[in-house]
C-alpha cells in the first residue's frame, strides 16, 4: 500500500510562497493539478477525480499535500473550481495548456527512470519523452523558487534552455498526440492546435520571469530589470519571444519618459511669447525648461540606457523622445535671442538622436538656426559707439588700429584692436572694435570685449608706463618737435558714417533673426500646410461635384439625394478637420504673418538708410 504524503502545515506554506516568485496560472490552477492528475489521464479517470474530489471539498477535507507541489501556490478546489478545471479538460487547446504544463508521471516513476540505463522500445521511448518533459518542468519549477537574483537569473537560462530544447523535439509533440488518442478526449486536438502551442511555449514558460522584470520596472529596482533583461538578451536564440518580452519589460520606462517629456514641453513652450519684444521673459522660460530636462529627463534616459542594450529599440526610442524635447527647447531658445545656445542645443539633440527618425527634424532645425548663431557670435557682443575713436599720432606717439580677426565674409568686417602707442609700437590696448577698411578710412560698427591676452598686455604696459614717459622725455628734449601732422580723415565724416554703418548693421541683424525664426516656423508648419494642402483638394474635388449635381437638378434632371447627402457629409468632416488643424496651428499662423509683415517693414527700413 502506498504511503498517503503527509499535509503540509500552514505555517511551513506560507514560508515557502513567501520565498516564490509570482506563478502564472496556467500552473498554479492548471486543471490537471486543480484535480489531482498527471498529464496523461484519460477522460475517465479526469471525471472520477472531479466526483472524488466534489465529495471531499463538501465534507472539508480537501487539503493540501506535498504531492501538489504547494510552493507552487495555494491550489483552490471549491466546486466552482473543480467546475472551471473540468470546463478546461474538455477544450482541446486548453488541455494542450495545462497538459504541457503539468507532469505527466508519478515522483517515484521519474526517479526510477532517472535510475535506469536501459534502452526500451516505443513504449519506452514514450516514457522517455514524459520523462524529458517533467525534468524541463521540474527546472522551471526550481526556477520559480529561486527567484531573480544572480543565482536564480542563472537557474532561469537553464530552465529555458530546456524547455526549448524539449518542446524544439517532435518526441513530446508525438506523445501529446498519443495522449489525445488513449485518452478518448472528444473533440481531440488538431495538429494545428499542437503547432499553436509549440510556437508559444517558451513565451508561456518565462511568463514569470517576465512579471518579475515588469515588476522591477515599476518599483524602479535597476539593478533587478537589468539583470533580467540580460538573461532575456542571452535567450535570443530560444525565439523571437524574447526580443518582444525584453521591449514588454522596458515599455513603462520608456512610456513615461515620454510622458515625462510631454510635460515639460507642454508647461514651457505655450507660455513662449513668440514675438519679437520678449526676449527676457522668454530667456528664463527657456532656462528653467532646461533645466527641468537635466534634472529629470536626463537621468530618466540614463536609467532606460542601463536597463537595455545600446542598439535595443526601447534604447533608440528612448534616445529619440529625450533629444525631440531637446531640440524644441533649442527652438524656443531663438524667441530669446540667444541663437548660440540654440544652436548647441541642436548639436546636442542630434547627437542624442543618431540613427532615429527624429535626427533628420533636428538636422532641418539647426540648419535653420546656424547662420543665425554664426552672426550672433560675429555681431552679438557689439557695444554700439556714439562716435568713431581718434586715429591721430603724432611723432609716432598717439592711436591707431593693429591686427584682424574674426573675419566676416558677408559684411567684409574684422576685429582689430585699438592702442596707445609710442614711435608706432603698440604700448597700451584700450579697446577692440569689429570695422570695415574702406581704403584709408574705417567703418566702426561696434566695440568688443578686449581678449585676455589683451588684459595681460595692459597690466604689462602699466608696470612700464613710468619708464616710456622717462624715455619719451628724454627723447623730446634732444630732439627738436617733428611739424604737425594733420588727421588722416574728417572725424565728423567718420562719426556720421559710423552712426549709419551701425543702424545698418542693427537693422541687417534684426532682419535675418527674423528670418531665421522664418525658416523654424516654416519647418514647424510644413506637416500642416502639407494637410491642408490635401484638405483643399479633396474639398474642392467634392465642391465640384456638389454643384455639378445642383445644376443637373435645377436643369430637372433627377439625381441620387443618398449619394448627394454622403458627398455633403464627407463635405462637412473635411471642413470640421480643416477647421481643427487651423485652430491647432493658429499661433504660430499668426506668427508666421506677423514675421513676415515686421521682415517687409525692416528691409524698407533698410533700403531707405541705403539711399
Known sequence: MTKKPAPTTESGLQTRLHKAMFVPDIIRTNAYRVLR?????????????????????????????????????????????????????????????????????????????????????????????????????????????????????????????????????????????????????????????????RENAVRLAAEALVVAGRDAIARSDTSTARRILQTLAELADTGSWAALAQEDIAAPAVEGLRALCGTVREEFSSKIVREQDSPENNKSLCDAALKRFREEIEPAVHRVLQLVPPDHEAAQQSREAAALCL?????????????????????????????????????????????????????????????????????????????????????????????????????????????????????????????????WHLGIAIAGIVAMILIGVISSSQNPSSPYTPPASNGSDSSASSSQSSQLSDLKSRIESGRSRLAILRTELEPAMEKLTSLNARMKTIDARLNSLDEQQKAGVQINISDYNAKVKAYNALLKKRRALIAANSTNLQTYEDLLKQDSILVDQYNALLR
Open 37 to 197: 492528475l498527471l498529464g496523461n489521464a484519460t477522460v475517465s479517470e479526469i471525471h472520477k477525480a472531479a466526483a472524488s474530489l466534489r465529495r471531499t471539498a463538501a465534507l472539508g477535507l480537501a487539503g493540501t499535500t506535498a504531492a501538489d507541489l504547494p510552493q507552487l501556490g495555494e491550489v483552490p478546489r471549491t466546486e466552482a473550481d473543480i467546475r472551471t478545471a473540468l470546463g478546461r479538460l474538455e477544450n482541446p487547446e486548453q488541455r494542450l495548456n495545462d497538459r504541457l504544463f503539468w507532469y505527466h508521471m508519478p515522483p517515484e516513476s521519474r526517479a526510477m527512470k532517472a535510475r535506469s540505463q536501459t534502452t526500451e522500445a516505443t513504449a519506452g521511448e514514450t516514457d522517455g519523452a514524459a520523462w524529458e518533459h517533467d525534468e524541463a518542468l521540474h527546472g522551471l519549477h526550481a526556477a520559480f523558487e529561486a527567484g531573480v537574483d544572480d543565482a536564480g537569473v542563472r537557474l532561469w537560462v537553464q530552465a529555458l534552455r530546456a524547455w526549448h530544447q524539449l518542446v524544439s523535439d517532435d518526441k513530446y509533440w508525438a506523445l501529446t498526440l498519443t495522449l489525445e488518442e488513449r485518452g478518448t478526449f472528444e473533440p481531440a486536438a488538431l495538429p494545428s492546435e499542437v503547432d499553436a502551442l
Open 327 to 455: 531640440s524644441g527647447i533649442a527652438t524656443d531658445y531663438t524667441w530669446a535671442d540667444d541663437f548660440i545656445t540654440s544652436e548647441t542645443l541642436h548639436e546636442e539633440a542630434l547627437r542624442l538622436a543618431q540613427n532615429t527618425l527624429g535626427a533628420i527634424r533636428i538636422e532641418d532645425g539647426l540648419k535653420q538656426v546656424r547662420e543665425a548663431a554664426r552672426k550672433q557670435r560675429v555681431f552679438g557682443a557689439l557695444k554700439p559707439i556714439s562716435s568713431a575713436p581718434s586715429l591721430r599720432t603724432m611723432n609716432g606717439v598717439g592711436f591707431t588700429l593693429y591686427g584682424n580677426s574674426d573675419h566676416d565674409a558677408d559684411t567684409g568686417s574684422y576685429v582689430a584692436t585699438y592702442y596707445f602707442v609710442v614711435l608706432f609700437i603698440p604700448i597700451i590696448p584700450l579697446a577692440r572694435y569689429r570695422i570695415i577698411a574702406e581704403g584709408k578710412q574705417y567703418r566702426f560698427l561696434g566695440k568688443v570685449p578686449l581678449r585676455r591676452g589683451d588684459r
